[in-house]
């Protein structure tokens, strides 16, 4: 069969996306040049449309219209402007503030410290971090990373470097999931919860 570059490379592009394998990015391809309709067009028209139309935020790292930089969470009034959640990344900020629980500033660092994909402290937008602090009067820095390895020795390292500046850190709490059972628990999350207990 004829080698086909163009195939071969929308499988290799697909493929990069996160959660695509291999397999996967090929019958992906095959959808989209088999398809009739027009997908194809449809997809690279839309792709295309969201380079020129979606930025990063300059100040938090968001996603946000590139005629509006910086994002509107940075610029509009909020009620604990304060305080600065600091999360890995852009879709975290979208989680939380659907969540409607917070209402101060966002800081996205864009990664979290992997020696085994290479990501140091030098990845990570630590620097303005520790700018926006200063500069925008921040009192609180909540730190809103997972649990895993990685996460944790984010966290560990961001206490570290705040605990030169005159702000309070904090951690999200962790417990157990709206609408599950002790019984379904590791012993890790049971003992964040307690630990993180409220009065009632």
């Given at each position: 069969?004829?080698?086909?570059?163009?195939?071969?490379?929308?499988?290799?592009?697909?493929?990069?996306?996160?959660?695509?394998?291999?397999?996967?990015?090929?019958?992906?391809?095959?959808?989209?040049?088999?398809?009739?309709?027009?997908?194809?067009?449809?997809?690279?028209?839309?792709l295309l449309e969201a380079d020129d139309g979606i930025d990063s935020c300059e100040r938090c790292g968001?996603?946000?219209?590139?005629?509006?930089?910086?994002?509107?969470?940075?610029?509009?009034?909020?009620?604990?402007?304060?305080?600065?959640?600091?999360?890995?990344?852009?879709?975290?900020?979208?989680?939380?503030?659907?969540?409607?629980?917070?209402?101060?500033?966002?800081?996205?660092?864009?990664?979290?410290?992997?020696?085994?994909?290479?990501?140091?402290?030098?990845?990570?937008?630590?620097?303005?971090?520790?700018?926006?602090?200063?500069?925008?009067?921040?009192?609180?820095?909540?730190?809103?990373?997972?649990?895993?390895?990685?996460?944790?020795?984010?966290?560990?390292?961001?206490?570290?470097?705040?605990?030169?500046?005159?702000?309070?850190?904090?951690?999200?709490?962790?417990?157990?999931?709206?609408?599950?059972?002790?019984?379904?628990?590791?012993?890790?999350?049971?003992?964040?919860?307690?630990?993180?207990?409220?009065?009632?």
């Amino acid at each position: 069969m004829q080698h086909l570059i163009p195939l071969d490379n929308l499988v290799a592009a697909l493929s990069r996306l996160p959660g695509i394998g291999r397999r996967t990015a090929e019958r992906m391809a095959m959808t989209l040049v088999q398809d009739e309709k027009g997908l194809m067009r449809i997809l690279a028209n839309t792709l295309l449309e969201a380079d020129d139309g979606i930025d990063s935020c300059e100040r938090c790292g968001s996603v946000t219209l590139s005629a509006i930089n910086p994002c509107e969470l940075c610029t509009r009034h909020r009620k604990d402007a304060h305080i600065l959640c600091v999360v890995e990344s852009p879709g975290d900020i979208i989680k939380i503030e659907e969540s409607g629980g917070f209402q101060g500033r966002y800081h996205a660092l864009m990664g979290r410290l992997s020696p085994m994909f290479g990501t140091g402290a030098a990845d990570l937008r630590v620097d303005t971090l520790l700018a926006r602090i200063s500069d925008e009067g921040i009192s609180e820095v909540l730190i809103a990373l997972g649990t895993d390895v990685e996460s944790e020795a984010t966290s560990s390292y961001l206490k570290e470097v705040l605990s030169t500046r005159d702000v309070k850190v904090s951690r999200i709490a962790f417990g157990l999931p709206a609408g599950s059972a002790i019984e379904y628990s590791d012993a890790a999350t049971l003992s964040r919860a307690i630990k993180g207990r409220q009065d009632i």
